[in-house]
């Protein structure tokens, strides 16, 4: 278990250590930093001043332990629209993006993991069809034309929820039934396959031959089984909180992070960008910290140290 | 002529193993009938457009559909919205086509590499691999593009980096238990180079596999070039997509939806059926992939 635990973190690490690497490359490929940053008409005084601000007249590997160096104490620079601090920009849209993503989640497991299991457990069945057909439209509908839909009955055709903004609750509606059906339905029909793969394994053929109660069967073996390779995609869903609704809060106008890097892509307010790619990373590497966590808590065998065929994958 | 892989290989390849394998669904026939289609208009665009998709028609602007010049209706500077369509699938499918290749040909050579080698290269693709799973994508995609701007060539390199770590675990995977097997030794004691030995003796063998794959990973591309056009980060006007235009279109959802639903069905459409292909070809070449 500690062992297994201690790869994981090394691997969350890794991952950091990869973003930062990644933001570091593109920013050093897409050309002269300084350039970039103060605009092609900035005067040579301020270039070179930058320059040397910033370290960029040091040799590359230096450039590159001080950007760790500088990232460690949350020096993430200033937006060049308006000379503030990119933490701080990023960091007072986040709760907007919660009030989206956080019930959109909500409403992901309420109903997309019970559709999901009823659809196993009555394989076949008209449920089962219905939800699966959805659960293929849910794949298939790219979340802004399900928004846009969804604006063009509730908001154009009916009127009864405004189409974008971001004055009350009720504008918040669409955006999170938006971003909640389509990962539903997804959900659902991860949960109905893991659910199907567990119910086809001996120790439940073996569980109801020895009298087990069926119920008691899917309660005690079956779901808790089924648990682990769900337990992943809901860690992706919670790692995405931040950054999970790019689209739809940009098809609401909804001013949450999402909306600030698009803005910030469009405008290449490249410190903005950063800071919201490390902070993204961040939230993923902790997410799949914790469903790892998780899975020791859930899959006994990596409780128990059996964990290199685990590892291998 | 990439673009006739996906249907010749439905219509020949599942076809001899027995008799119920032979019958093809209905749904998995009209999803094949509308890729055709795709394809079709996507390969004779220019010539099926009845007019050039920038050109405006003052006299006719944000006419509905049905109208008799212009039967799926025009935008706001009166330009023909099925000309446009015509246009839109032809780049959508280029670019989802081309970063599709990309990725399966990187993925592909980055698990053989892994297989051939072992030891430590094998551990970074597969770290890297990791690394590209457990980020959004979409976002990584947002942050090249915010430091090198957009451009076509761009878009598809970029999107060409999509998926590849699914192909480079299956192709590693393959490879390897290709290693094991006896033909893959067998030509390699016969003097054949390791070039030779995976390209042309394991690759064959496990190009089913990798084509299922394809068709699985194909919308989820086709979705997220959309999404990039859609937020105007993707491809730039006056060149159209599916997604740009339904990004564009949106500002006239109240008066004139039609802009933006004809693309928007097309993108689901064409996801569903690949969906739908992908799902039946996996189910008759290759059950084990999930």
Same mark, same amino acid.
């Given at each position: 278990?500690?062992?297994?635990?201690?790869?994981?973190?090394?691997?969350?690490?890794?991952?950091? !250590?990869?973003?930062?690497?990644?933001? +570091? !490359?593109?920013?050093?490929?897409?050309?002269?930093?300084?350039?970039?940053?103060?605009?092609?008409?900035?005067?040579?005084?301020?270039?070179?001043?930058?320059?040397?601000?910033?370290?960029?007249?040091?040799?590359?590997?230096? $450039?590159?332990?001080?950007?760790?160096?500088?990232?460690?104490?949350?020096?993430?620079?200033?937006?060049?629209?308006?000379?503030?601090?990119?933490?701080?920009?990023?960091?007072?849209?986040?709760?907007?993006?919660?009030?989206?993503?956080?019930?959109?989640?909500?409403?992901?497991?309420?109903?997309?993991?019970?559709?999901?299991?009823?659809?196993?457990?009555?394989?076949?069945?008209?449920?089962?069809?219905?939800?699966?057909?959805?659960?293929?439209?849910? +794949?298939?509908?790219?979340?802004?034309? #399900?928004?846009?839909?969804?604006?063009?009955?509730?908001?154009?055709?009916?009127?009864?929820?405004? *189409?974008?903004? $971001?004055?009350?609750?009720?504008?918040?509606?669409?955006?999170?039934?938006?971003?909640?059906?389509?990962?539903?339905?997804?959900?659902?029909?991860?949960?109905?396959?893991?659910?199907?793969?567990?119910?086809?394994?001996?120790?439940?053929?073996?569980?109801?031959?020895?009298? !087990?109660?069926?119920?008691?069967?899917?309660?005690?073996?079956? #779901?808790?089984?089924?648990?682990?390779?769900? !337990?992943?995609?809901?860690?992706?869903?919670?790692?995405?909180?931040?950054?999970?609704?790019?689209?739809?809060?940009?098809?609401?106008?909804?001013?949450?992070?999402?909306?600030?890097?698009?803005?910030?892509?469009?405008?290449?307010?490249?410190?903005?960008?950063?800071?919201?790619?490390?902070?993204?990373?961040?939230?993923?590497?902790? *997410?799949?910290?914790?469903?790892?966590?998780?899975?020791?808590?859930?899959?006994?065998?990596?409780?128990?140290?059996?964990?290199?065929?685990?590892?291998?994958? | 002529?990439?673009?006739?892989?996906?249907?010749?290989?439905?219509?020949?390849? =599942?076809?001899?193993?027995?008799?119920?394998?032979?019958?093809? =669904?209905?749904?998995?026939?009209?999803?094949?009938?509308?890729?055709?289609?795709?394809?079709?208009?996507?390969?004779?665009?220019?010539?099926?457009?009845?007019?050039?998709?920038?050109?405006?028609?003052?006299?006719?602007?944000?006419?509905?559909?049905?109208?008799?010049?212009?039967?799926?209706?025009?935008?706001?500077?009166?330009?023909?919205?099925?000309?446009?369509?015509?246009?839109?699938?032809?780049?959508?499918?280029?670019?989802?086509?081309?970063?599709?290749?990309?990725?399966?040909?990187?993925?592909?050579?980055?698990?053989?590499?892994?297989?051939?080698?072992?030891?430590?290269?094998? %551990?970074?693709?597969?770290?890297?691999?990791?690394? %590209?799973?457990?980020?959004?994508?979409?976002?990584?995609?947002?942050? @090249?593009?915010?430091?090198?701007?957009?451009?076509?060539?761009?878009? @598809?390199?970029?999107?060409?980096?999509?998926?590849?770590?699914?192909?480079?675990?299956?192709?590693?995977?393959?490879?390897?238990?290709?290693?094991?097997?006896?033909?893959?030794?067998?030509?390699?004691?016969?003097?054949?180079?390791?070039?030779?030995?995976?390209?042309?003796?394991?690759?064959?063998?496990?190009?089913?596999?990798?084509?299922?794959?394809?068709?699985? @990973?194909?919308?989820?591309?086709?979705?997220?070039?959309?999404?990039?056009?859609?937020?105007?980060?993707?491809?730039?006007?006056?060149?159209?997509?599916?997604?740009?235009?339904?990004?564009?279109?949106?500002?006239?959802?109240?008066?004139?939806?039609?802009?933006?639903?004809?693309?928007?069905?097309?993108? @689901?459409?064409?996801?569903?059926?690949?969906?739908?292909?992908?799902?039946?070809?996996?189910?008759?070449?290759? =059950?084990?992939?999930?």
């Amino acid at each position: 278990m500690a062992r297994f635990l201690l790869l994981r973190i090394v691997r969350a690490l890794v991952t950091i !250590v990869l973003v930062v690497t990644f933001a +570091f !490359v593109v920013l050093r490929l897409s050309g002269d930093p300084a350039q970039i940053i103060l605009g092609p008409e900035a005067p040579p005084e301020a270039i070179a001043a930058f320059r040397k601000a910033w370290g960029l007249d040091d040799p590359i590997w230096l $450039q590159y332990l001080n950007y760790f160096g500088a990232i460690a104490q949350g020096e993430l620079g200033r937006s060049m629209r308006d000379g503030r601090s990119a933490i701080v920009l990023v960091t007072e849209r986040i709760p907007l993006t919660l009030a989206l993503t956080v019930p959109a989640l909500i409403l992901k497991l309420g109903i997309g993991i019970p559709a999901g299991i009823y659809a196993a457990l009555h394989r076949g069945s008209l449920a089962d069809r219905i939800v699966m057909a959805l659960a293929v439209a849910g +794949f298939t509908v790219p979340s802004f034309v #399900l928004g846009l839909t969804l604006v063009l009955v509730f908001a154009v055709q009916l009127g009864w929820l405004p *189409s974008g903004g $971001q004055d009350s609750w009720r504008h918040a509606i669409l955006p999170i039934l938006t971003l909640g059906i389509g990962g539903a339905a997804v959900l659902a029909r991860f949960t109905r396959s893991a659910m199907l793969e567990v119910l086809g394994q001996p120790y439940i053929r073996a569980a109801s031959a020895k009298g !087990v109660p069926w119920h008691q069967v899917i309660w005690k073996h079956a #779901l808790p089984n089924a648990a682990i390779p769900t !337990v992943t995609i809901v860690g992706f869903m919670v790692g995405t909180l931040i950054a999970g609704a790019v689209v739809v809060e940009s098809v609401f106008s909804w001013p949450g992070v999402g909306r600030l890097l698009v803005v910030a892509v469009a405008n290449r307010d490249l410190a903005v960008v950063q800071c919201i790619l490390l902070l993204v990373a961040a939230t993923m590497v902790v *997410s799949n910290l914790i469903v790892d966590f998780l899975y020791g808590f859930l899959d006994p065998r990596l409780r128990s140290g059996a964990e290199t065929a685990k590892a291998e994958t | 002529m990439t673009d006739q892989t996906l249907p010749a290989a439905t219509a020949g390849e =599942p076809i001899e193993h027995s008799a119920r394998a032979r019958r093809i =669904p209905l749904l998995v026939w009209i999803a094949i009938g509308w890729l055709v289609a795709m394809v079709i208009i996507a390969l004779f665009a220019e010539a099926l457009a009845p007019y050039r998709y920038t050109a405006p028609d003052l006299r006719n602007r944000l006419a509905p559909p049905g109208h008799a010049l212009h039967w799926l209706g025009t935008d706001e500077l009166g330009r023909d919205v099925l000309s446009r369509l015509f246009i839109s699938i032809q780049i959508s499918l280029l670019i989802a086509f081309g970063a599709s290749l990309i990725s399966a040909a990187l993925g592909t050579i980055l698990g053989f590499l892994a297989a051939y080698f072992r030891g430590f290269i094998e %551990q970074v693709v597969l770290m890297l691999a990791d690394f %590209q799973a457990s980020m959004p994508f979409l976002i990584l995609a947002l942050s @090249v593009l915010a430091f090198f701007g957009t451009s076509l060539v761009l878009l @598809v390199c970029l999107m060409g980096l999509f998926g590849w770590e699914r192909y480079a675990r299956i192709a590693r995977g393959l490879a390897i238990s290709a290693n094991a097997q006896g033909y893959a030794a067998a030509v390699g004691q016969l003097g054949a180079s390791p070039f030779r030995i995976y390209l042309r003796h394991v690759l064959p063998n496990i190009a089913s596999t990798l084509i299922v794959m394809m068709t699985l @990973v194909f919308p989820e591309v086709i979705l997220l070039e959309s999404a990039l056009s859609f937020l105007g980060l993707g491809v730039q006007p006056p060149v159209t997509s599916l997604g740009n235009m339904v990004g564009y279109g949106r500002e006239y959802i109240t008066r004139a939806p039609w802009i933006m639903l004809a693309p928007a069905v097309t993108i @689901v459409l064409t996801t569903l059926a690949v969906s739908i292909l992908g799902d039946h070809l996996r189910d008759k070449l290759d =059950p084990t992939l999930r």
